[in-house]
């Protein structure tokens, strides 16, 4: 069993940026899929980006392509999102997740643990 935790959201305006951070307790990332997740107020939570232990693939939603980056430190355990040009639409709380077995990546019922999500707020 792994425990995830996230870190680094806060308040930006707009085209600004945040990194998030999600670290791997009582476990190793090796054997996961790590993916972010978001969800705003009213909506159901959706896929941001993945990023497979098993070949380094990565994957995006369209809506985040260009600005955000996902990446990995195996020596640190931890997974990062690296968000950049933020829009007040990407305002939610984020999580993260990991997954043992990924057949789709945006599909949350997927994925075996979570964090606890950490709030992302743009302002216009």
């Known amino acids: 069993e792994v425990q995830l935790v996230e870190s680094g959201g806060g308040l930006v305006q707009a085209g600004g940026s945040l990194r998030l951070s999600c670290a791997a307790l009582?476990?190793?990332?090796?054997?996961?899929?790590i993916g972010w997740f978001r969800q705003a107020p009213g909506k159901e939570r959706e896929g941001v980006s993945t990023i497979s232990s098993w070949d380094g693939s990565t994957y995006y939603a369209d809506s985040v392509k260009g600005r955000f980056t996902i990446s990995s430190d195996n020596a640190k355990n931890t997974v990062y999102l690296q968000m950049n040009s933020l829009k007040p639409e990407d305002t939610a709380v984020y999580y993260c997740?990991?997954?043992?077995?990924?057949?789709?990546?945006?599909?949350?019922?997927?994925?075996?643990?979570w964090g606890q999500g950490t709030q992302v707020t743009v302002s216009s």
């Open positions: 009582g476990s190793t990332f090796d054997t996961y899929a």
């Open positions: 997740a990991a997954a043992v077995t990924l057949f789709s990546w945006a599909n949350p019922d997927e994925y075996d643990y």
